[in-house]
């Protein structure tokens, strides 16, 4: 699977910004999805994912009720729309993608074998 993330920016604090990742190959739907973000000076922490088939989401208690995570198995493509940006949210976003993700382990880099590029996200206080 190769990803290719999209839809980073400059934004004021408050405001809204959405990401997308895109996703190569036939077998998407299969895939566990996961937004990860790295700060400068910092280390790579867990944003959202969203189990294979969609039902299930999980996010991180730093951006719970901010950020939506979604995903459109048709057209290969996960979401992470965020709203009420906050400085603390600048970051460089990426997506991963895992075949097998049990639900203990969503919040794991280790878990995901598959990475994105990073898009940035400067928020503007």
């Known amino acids: 699977v190769q990803l290719q993330a999209s839809g980073g920016g400059l934004v004021q604090a408050g405001g809204s910004l959405g990401l997308s990742c895109a996703a190569s190959?036939?077998?998407?739907?299969?895939?566990?999805m996961a937004w990860f973000r790295q700060a400068p000076g910092k280390d790579r922490g867990f944003v959202a994912a969203?189990?294979?088939?969609?039902?299930?989401?999980y996010y991180s208690d730093s951006i719970k009720g901010r950020f939506t995570i979604s995903r459109d198995n048709a057209k290969n493509t996960v979401y992470l729309q965020m709203n009420s940006l906050r400085p603390e949210d600048t970051a460089v976003y990426y997506c991963a993608a895992s075949r097998s993700v049990i639900q203990s382990a969503l919040a794991s880099q280790d878990a995901y074998s598959y990475w994105g590029q990073g898009t940035q996200v400067t928020v503007s206080s």
């Open positions: 969203i189990k294979s088939r969609g039902g299930f989401t």
């Open positions: 190959g036939r077998t998407f739907s299969d895939y566990t």
